[in-house]
Nanobody
Framework: QVQLVESGGGLVEPGGSLRLSCAAS????????MNWVRQAPGKILEWVAG????????EYGDCMKGRFTISRDNAKNTVSLQMDSLTPEDTAMYYC????????RGQGTQVTVSS
């Protein structure tokens, strides 16, 4: 059974940092590229970052470049998202996602950026 469990979200002040983690199980993790996506209240799902199978290639949404860093550990079946210089516009539910014909996401972890 495919399972993705996100963690690490919380309340942070503007300018702060958070590190999100996603624990994957039930599939060949090292054979799939992975994404982080997010959804703010009342808004559509937004792609945040992606990482290749071996972690050698990463890509970021325009608003995230220079602030977010995606990484993965295939030995531990985890993918992470380091988020720095957070702004209130980053407030959203964050999901890790398997890159596949039918994307699979976890339950998400809430990130709230507020003073």
């Amino acid at each position: 059974q495919v399972q993705l469990v996100e963690s690490g979200g919380g309340l942070v002040e503007p300018g702060g940092s958070l590190r999100l983690s996603c624990a994957a199980s039930g599939f060949a993790f090292s054979s799939y590229a992975m994404n982080w996506v997010r959804q703010a209240p009342g808004k559509i799902l937004e792609w945040v970052a992606g990482i290749s199978i071996d972690g050698s290639r990463t890509e970021y949404g325009d608003c995230m470049k220079g602030r977010f860093t995606i990484s993965r550990d295939n030995a531990k079946n985890t993918v992470s998202l380091q988020m720095d210089s957070l702004t209130p516009e980053d407030t959203a539910m964050y999901y890790c996602e398997i890159v596949d014909d039918t994307p699979v996401r976890g339950q998400g972890t809430q990130v709230t950026v507020s003073s």
